[in-house]
Structures are given as C-alpha cells and as structure tokens.
C-alpha cells in the first residue's frame, strides 16, 4: 500500500481541536483517515461530499447535541455507524445515544486503547457493499429482514414491523438488551437475530434458560469450575460466559436467578471479568448480555425479589415483543408458513386450511402466542388427510376456556379494536399520541380507527 493511502475513513465531530486531532492520530495508526467537522452543520455538510465508514461525534456541540447527529445518520445514512462520546459518568446521554440507534459510546478522558478497539468494532458493521464499492451510503438501505424465515416473527401488521425495524436498529449497539414479552412469542428468536446482526456475529451465541437449571449449579454453569473443586467436578469445565466470549449470552427467564447470582452476575457485566469456582485467577471477558423475561421485573424489582442495581445494568434498551393477541391480522400468513414448513419437512404435499378452521383461530385467545399456534397446526397437519384441515382437526379448547366466541367473526373483532383502544386511552390517560404508542400504530390511524369505530 502506497503511503497516505487509506483503507477507510471516519468523520469525527467535536469542537474542541485537541480532542479531534487526538483522535485523528489515534486512528491513523488504524489505517484510518479521519475529517474533522467542529458543528453538526459542518459534519451534515461533509456527509454529503464524501463517503465515511464510521462516525465519531461529540455529545454537546455549539449547535445541538450528538442525539441529532445519530438520527440524522439513522435516517439518511443507515450504513455508517456511530458513537458518541459523552461526558465521565453521564451515562443517560449515553443509554439515550444507544436507543437512538448509536452502536456504542465512550467516555472522557478518552481511553485511547477503548477507542482503537470501538473503531475495529465499528468497521464490522459496515455492509459488504458500503465496504467495498465507491456509492453513496444512503444507497444502502439496511433493510436486514427481508429474507427472514423464522416462524415468529413472520407477518405484516404495524407492531411486527415496527419490531423488525427495532431490532435492525438495537443490533448496531453494544449494550445491554432487556427483552420483554408473553411465553411463546419468540425473544430468544429476537435475541439471535439481534446476534446475528450485530458486529459480533462471527462469534458464539449462548443461551441460558435461568430457570431450568437447579440453584445449586448455575454458578458452576455460568462462570465454569476447576477440577476437583466441589464433589463431582472431576475435570476442569468451561462456564458460559467464556464460552461465549467475543459473542452474546443470552439469559433466558432472568427472573428466576437466585438473589446470591444476581450479585456475582452484576460484578461480571461491571467488571468484564469471572472467576471460575474453585479458582483464584480472574478471567476477563468480553460478552454482551441480552436477558428476557415473560414476567414483570420492574414489579419483582418493588418487591425486593430482584436487585434494583442489576436491573439498571440489564435494562439499558428495552425491547418489547407483540403477543400473538396484538398482531391477529398476521395469523392467516404465519397458518401459511407454518403449513408450507411442515409440509417441507414431512415431504408432503400443504394441506388447505378451511375458513371454518381460520375463523376459529382468528378467534382464539392463543395464551401461548406463536409458540401454540404451531403446536395446534403441527398436531392438526398430523391429524389431518393432508388435503384439508379442518375445524375439527384444530382440536381447540373449550368455549369455556376461551374467551373468544367463533361466531360472528367481523363484530368479534371490532369489539377486540375498541376495547384495546379505550383500554390504552385509559391507560394514558386520555393522550392519544401516548395510546398510539402503547398500540404500536402512528397517531393519524389511531384517529381514523376512533372515528371508524365510534368512539369520539
């Protein structure tokens, strides 16, 4: 390579020239060469004329604050990821910066070392295309999901899209992700394609569920154990977080880790490091957490029953998957696409669903969420002739046990429509923009669904 000839280039927006040219020569060492704008004007300005890699910019700025920068890239430049650095110990710019779609952030006086690896980490996340071909970033829209096989998180209503869209833009990050949602709506399936998406893709994806292993050997599974340091421990074993380094680890039913972990697991995401049981040695480790839970942490955070301090850790961008009941316009797609996998799978040709069939699971209450539905199609498809499945096939539950009658299937829903609105109007308060949001509809559809439905 030629001298002064650079593999990428990064725009750094701070208004103070030492930071800048700090920063600068810190990265040149990185093959990197870096244009300095000293206002979010100047750095709008040099987005347009050049094509960047990565951006760096400064939290406070003489007109604006970095909030605006990551938003402007977000919409208009999605391709070049961004981080903020921000004041020592103002971490709520930072969780700020993180949910607007900033992949990471770093602190003053800046560590340069940090700041040499968040580059490297920000390159992985450029697309292939971006890369590689001299065109404009905003030529490369990420639309990540377009090609997205997995069951539950196929369908067209406002909250999966808006969930896809969400998720494209939190795998970007670097922090915490706390996933919320019902039994059998798909965060773990959430949490992967986050990993899947994020700079740490090459690496491991682990998944514990917290509840499914006794108390007594959790620590010995998360942080690992040496040989010969508790009855049994007949060999040196590896614990999750050192297998999952360089990757994600994500702990399924947080809720449930006994109170003693809670404090071992909080002293490993602050300090970057465990010790194995048995050992003296600590082991550094570089993992990032995405935890779910189907219950209220919030609610067990008020009760004592989990730590207030690792909740904060954990909660730093919080993500909400739809239950099945808030998206019932995709259940006749996901009916087919579960039907086309099982068919695939079982070499065969996919069976009709009757509208007898499809109007009763339109009307069904589904406390499993996706997870039941492709259990109630997967035992239908098997009872079936494999021409037709029928009502009969679904084998539902009871009327008594399911609180949505199959008859009149039109006035059923527009009863659901009102009651979720007048239930989230009165949630908010009255706030319409407010009860869009809890909805997960833009405030103009809310309006017309009101006036449609009666409810001025």
């Not at 096989?149 to 969400?166: A, H």
């Not at 923009?433 to 809890?438: C, D, Q, R, S």
């Amino acid at each position: 390579m030629k001298k002064n000839e650079f593999s990428y280039f990064a725009l750094i927006v701070d208004d103070e020239p030492d930071i800048g040219e700090l920063i600068s020569l810190s990265l040149k060492k990185e093959n990197i060469q870096c244009d300095i704008a000293y206002s979010i004007t100047e750095a709008k300005t040099k987005l347009k004329q050049k094509n960047y890699h990565f951006c760096l910019s400064d939290f406070r700025l003489p007109d604006g604050t970095g909030l605006e920068l990551v938003e402007q890239l977000n919409s208009h430049f999605p391709a070049i990821p961004i981080a903020i650095i921000t004041a020592h110990g103002n971490m709520g710019a930072a969780i700020e910066a993180l949910k607007l779609g900033a992949f990471d952030f770093v602190s003053k006086p800046i560590d340069l070392n940090k700041l040499r690896q968040l580059s490297v980490e920000a390159l992985k996340l450029i697309p292939v295309d971006h890369k590689n071909k001299n065109k404009h970033p905003d030529q490369h829209k990420v639309t990540e999901f377009d090609s997205i096989e997995e069951t539950r998180l196929v369908g067209y209503s406002s909250v999966i899209c808006d969930l896809k869209q969400t998720m494209v833009k939190f795998s970007r990050t670097q922090a915490p992700i706390y996933i919320t949602g019902p039994s059998g709506c798909g965060k773990e399936l959430v949490a992967k394609i986050i990993h899947q998406k994020s700079a740490r893709h090459a690496g491991p994806f682990i998944a514990l569920n917290c509840g499914a292993i006794p108390s007594a050997l959790l620590e010995s599974e998360l942080f690992g154990h040496s040989k010969g340091s508790f009855t049994g421990a007949t060999k040196n074993k590896i614990g999750l977080f050192e297998a999952a380094n360089g990757g994600t680890l994500f702990l399924d039913e947080i809720a449930e880790l006994p109170l003693e972990m809670q404090v071992k697991l909080l002293r490993a995401i602050q300090e970057k490091s465990i010790r194995p049981v048995g050992e003296i040695q600590e082991v550094p480790i570089d993992v990032r957490f995405i935890s779910a839970t189907h219950q209220d942490l919030s609610q067990l955070v008020r009760q004592q029953k989990f730590r207030e301090d690792l909740y904060y850790r954990l909660n730093v961008i919080q993500l909400t998957v739809p239950s099945l009941h808030q998206r019932q316009e995709d259940i006749p797609v996901l009916c087919d696409h579960i039907l086309t996998v099982l068919s695939h799978n079982n070499l065969s040709v996919k069976p009709i669903l009757t509208q007898d069939a499809l109007n009763a699971l339109l009307c069904y209450a589904f406390p499993g969420n996706v997870r039941e539905l492709e259990n109630i199609l997967e035992r239908a498809f098997a009872l079936s002739n494999h021409q037709f499945i029928t009502l009969s096939d679904l084998a539902l539950a009871p009327a008594e046990n399911n609180p949505y009658p199959t008859d009149n299937l039109e006035g059923l829903l527009q009863t659901q429509a009102k009651n979720s609105i007048l239930d989230a109007l009165r949630q908010t308060q009255g706030n319409k923009t407010k009860a869009a949001e809890l909805l997960g509809m833009s405030f103009r559809t809310l309006r017309y669904r009101i006036k449609k439905l009666g409810l001025s």
